[in-house]
């Protein structure tokens, strides 16, 4: 047999490894989905199909994020501290949309100064307003970048300050959307309806 022989045969090999790892994995995300979805209780196959997702916030700490999936969806809920707060109006200038003015990113209750029905808390998707990606939180104030914390997308480099206002000269060209959320009690969000959606 010649070394071009031993070659082809040695290509053979690889190719079939690599499809035969494609499929197991594909068999073994499809095997650990049908076990998620069917561990699923009524309630939350019901959430993942779309009802409304409470989230306890009475726990949360002052700067804490928390992640949930909403539709499908990640929402994020950030419960922003004093000083989050009081570095919102700090970087108007820079932000594409600084007063919400795009009407389909928020509802009408959230079209103002801190985006939110709570100045405190921020509930925004957690997709770049580009082209889908997950945002990663940056909370860290670095003055000398003029950066004062928000959430930052590693796909292309979109910016978005901690009210989910996106930066001026990045590729995202709205702010983060907020979906519709209301307090079911100070202690207790309900993302996914509002007092006028059902
Ligand atoms: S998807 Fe976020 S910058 Fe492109």
New binding site residues.
């Given amino acids: 047999m010649t070394d071009d022989d031993l070659d082809q045969i040695d290509r053979n090999r690889r190719h079939f490894l690599s499809i035969a790892t494609a499929v197991t994995g594909l068999v073994g995300a499809g095997f650990a989905m049908s076990t998620f979805l069917a561990s699923l209780k009524p309630s939350a196959r019901a959430q993942a199909l779309g009802a409304p997702v409470e989230v306890p916030i009475g726990m949360m700490e002052s700067g804490e994020l928390v992640r949930v999936l909403w539709r499908g969806r990640l929402v994020f809920v950030l419960r922003r501290s004093e000083e989050m707060l009081s570095n919102l109006g700090d970087n108007l200038d820079r932000l594409r949309d600084p007063n919400s003015e795009v009407v389909e990113q928020q509802p009408e209750y959230a079209a103002n100064a801190t985006r939110s029905v709570s100045r405190e808390f921020l509930v925004v998707e957690g997709s770049?307003?580009?082209?889908?990606?997950a945002?990663i939180e940056d909370f860290e104030l670095r003055p000398a970048e003029n950066w004062q914390g928000g959430f930052f997308?590693?796909?292309?480099?979109?910016k978005f300050d901690l009210a989910g206002r996106v930066y001026d000269g990045?590729?995202?060209p709205t702010n983060l959307r907020v979906p519709p959320h209301r307090f079911v009690r100070d202690d207790l969000i309900l993302i996914g309806q509002d007092t006028g959606v059902t």
């Fill in positions: 770049c307003t580009h082209l889908g990606c945002p997308c590693t796909c292309h480099g979109s990045v590729p995202a």
